[in-house]
């Protein structure tokens, strides 16, 4: 994504909504059905064994198409930063993680929480006063970048946290098998393909706040009707709510993404993707960690109740409805290409 967003003038990345789609959320809309595909048919060992030729493959990629390209690096590496930051954050992502399931009081879930909090503290308080940081965060300052950093959290707790908690609500608590449940958010990625050809129409019209605040609020809607009691009983209405899901939550996504780069300079890319990366992964985090929260033991005995799984449901469109409401500072017009670049055009349309 870094060497995309460089390569790609700030008005010009809107042709990029198509290639985005995959990493940002095509990806996490495809897991479930590939989950229970191997859950059912294979075994779940599966489940880590496909990223062995997946990665082989992302490899090859890179040490074949990959050119060597330096920007925006000056002095050593920040060696500790990176010992700081790196253990924190994955403590921190294991006490999320496993808290709900281990209980957040068990040695393991307790000493990873606080060491990772206390090490991302430090780490921070590091960041902050050394003169070459690996991550700068002065970056979110920035009030388009650090406004979609923000809705980069939302976002991504909603959507991980519903993905996460509605294939258990049709499966545990409506009995449904886990090919099913995995299959019921499927639709999704069809949606999301239909998102990522509207942002490259949409956006140099409407802009991004306009674009991303209605999104918003049709995704809170959407997200909210998935927890109406019936609602999950319906395999169609299901469905039809899950394509909405892609199209409008992806919509949002996509143009959070392209605005946020707008005044970052290309030597910054990298530090600015890098820390966009990591908030939008901790966001995923901590809605998959509300939600098991809110679940509790609700998926658990011999007849769940689907009570606490709708309530994690609604809670996922609370997140995102939050941001709606971050969304309004969002730039109201869409990026435009440099004066010299209409000038140049004219130039060569004299020319012909």
């Not at 307790?110 to 090490?119: D, F, P, R």
């Not at 499927?186 to 490259?200: H, I």
Request: net charge neutral; proline share 7%.
């Amino acid at each position: 994504m870094t060497l995309l967003f460089r390569t790609y003038a700030p008005h010009e990345r809107g042709k990029l909504a198509k290639a985005l789609i995959v990493p940002t959320a095509l990806m996490p809309a495809l897991g479930p059905p590939l989950g229970g595909l191997l859950t059912e048919h294979a075994s779940w060992h599966w489940l880590f064994f496909v990223n062995v030729p997946v990665g082989l493959a992302a490899l090859l990629i890179g040490v074949l198409g990959l050119r060597e390209h330096v920007e925006g690096t000056e002095g050593p590496f920040d060696r500790t930063g990176f010992w700081l930051a790196t253990p924190g954050l994955g403590l921190l992502t294991y006490a999320l993680g496993y808290g709900s399931a281990h209980g957040w009081s068990s040695p393991p879930v307790a000493t990873a929480g606080v060491l990772g909090a206390a090490l991302v503290a430090a780490a921070v308080r590091h960041l902050r006063r050394t003169r070459e940081p690996l991550l700068r965060l002065g970056l979110f300052t920035d009030r388009s970048y650090g406004t979609a950093s923000v809705l980069a959290v939302l976002t991504a707790a909603g959507l991980m946290g519903l993905l996460f908690v509605f294939p258990l609500l049709y499966q545990a608590a409506l009995g449904a098998s886990a090919l099913d449940a995995g299959l019921s958010v499927f639709p999704e990625a069809l949606g999301l393909m239909l998102a990522s050809q509207l942002v490259d129409r949409l956006l140099p019209r409407l802009g991004p706040r306009r674009l991303t605040v209605p999104a918003l609020l049709l995704a809170t809607v959407v997200f909210a009707l998935l927890g109406v009691p019936g609602v999950a009983d319906d395999a169609w209405a299901v469905r039809l709510l899950m394509f909405l899901v892609g199209l409008v939550l992806g919509t949002a996504v996509l143009t959070v993404q392209l605005a946020g780069f707008e005044s970052i300079a290309p030597p910054d890319m990298g530090q600015a993707m890098g820390l966009f990366q990591i908030v939008r992964t901790l966001g995923g985090a901590v809605g998959i960690a509300l939600c098991a929260a809110v679940i509790g033991g609700g998926g658990h005995g011999g007849t769940p109740d689907a009570g606490p799984f709708r309530a994690a449901v609604w809670g996922t469109a609370a997140l995102v409805a939050v941001g709606a409401l971050v969304a309004l500072r969002l730039p109201a017009e869409a990026p435009q290409p440099p004066p010299y670049e209409d000038a140049a055009d004219e130039a060569v349309t004299a020319a012909q």
